[in-house]
């Protein structure tokens, strides 16, 4: 019976899965633009740039300027976070890795 429901409802569901497939798509792309790095220096030498032209007062420049900052510092924060949790899921792997007779006789 669930099968021949599946494919009742594939009209229905499959659509929904469509959309639930790009609105994961557009958080994931969304997600990278946010810590990217590289973007955010932009951002700051454009502000910058902007600021020395006269297009930014020195408030609205020091007010855009401590956003990328903190931005900056969490994109940061959240790398060094994720080499962490990498270098510890290393360890846990080399640590579970079962060993064999030849590997015990070279101890």
């Known amino acids: 019976m669930g099968a021949i429901a599946g494919l009742l409802l594939l009209p229905f569901a499959a659509p929904v899965w469509g959309f639930r497939f790009v609105l994961e798509r557009l958080r994931d792309e969304a997600d990278a633009v946010l810590r990217d790095e590289g973007r955010a220096f932009a951002e700051l030498i454009d502000l910058s740039m902007r600021h020395k032209a006269g297009e ?8 855009q ?14 790398r060094q976070e994720l080499e962490a949790q990498s270098h510890e899921d290393d360890e846990e792997y080399d640590d579970d890795w079962p060993l064999d007779d030849a590997d015990e006789e070279m101890r």
Do not use: H, N, P, V
């Not at 300027?65 to 931005?71: F, H, K, Q, Y």
């Open 56 to 63: 930014l007062s020195d408030a609205e420049y020091e007010e």
């Open 65 to 78: 300027e401590e956003e990328l900052l903190a931005r900056l510092s969490s994109i940061r924060e959240y």
